[in-house]
């Protein structure tokens, strides 16, 4: 009798153990001094040191020197070449709605959809050319006055976005300059205070507390 019920016993905890009701091999105590700071050397849950699970330095290794956050020289390429396939874009939709504006009273032939095709593409080019333009001297002033202030903050895209406007309108005279430099300020300003808005937003709040 007594033997059956050992079987009986054994047969309970194996189906206990297959099914994971019980059989983990673990006291109360010992789940009980789990650390949950690394103190101990392993844990029985993962038989791993739970010290290589805390992470309390950066995901990522600098090079010496290096800032965690990406520069102007950086970001010009992203920029440049982000302006380009945004004027192109652009430059081809408008190409599009000129080209079947102006060949409204044609029908539906080779000749009508040919001069679609080379508004398209010029419109297209032109509007490339202009944003990549300006995105590239955007980005070299940028770079240049970062590296003659030593500091990268919103008055760098400010000044930046003004010399920009001054540059690409000095052909028209000083009323050309004046007007491109007002531009590329309110443009700027207005992107460096949609950067800000947040912060601005939170120092009113902490003032008026």
């Known amino acids: ?102 060949t409204q009273n044609m029908a539906w032939s080779k000749p009508r959809n040919v001069q679609i095709l080379n508004m398209v593409t010029r419109q297209g080019a032109l509007w490339a050319n202009t944003l990549g333009s300006l995105a590239l001297l955007y980005s070299a002033f940028g770079v240049i006055i970062e590296k003659t202030r030593g500091a990268e903050d919103d008055l760098n895209t400010v000044a930046a976005g003004t010399m920009t406007g001054m540059l690409y309108k000095c052909t028209g005279g000083l009323r050309g300059v004046a007007r491109g430099g007002l531009a590329g300020l309110t443009l700027t300003s207005l992107y460096a205070l949609y950067n800000n808005w947040e912060h601005m937003k939170g120092s009113l709040l902490q003032q008026s507390l």
């Open 1 to 102: 009798m007594e033997g059956g019920g050992g079987s009986g016993n054994k047969t309970t905890g194996g189906l206990a153990g297959f099914f994971g009701a019980g059989g983990a091999g673990y006291s109360h105590a010992d789940l009980a001094g789990v650390p949950l700071t690394g103190m101990n050397p392993l844990s029985p849950y993962l038989n791993v040191d739970p010290r290589y699970l805390i992470q309390d330095t950066d995901e990522f290794i600098l090079p010496t020197g290096a800032n965690k956050t990406r520069g102007r020289f950086e970001l010009a390429f992203f920029t440049i070449g982000g302006c380009c396939m945004t004027g192109a874009a652009f430059g081809a939709m408008n190409g599009l709605r000129l080209g079947l504006k102006e």
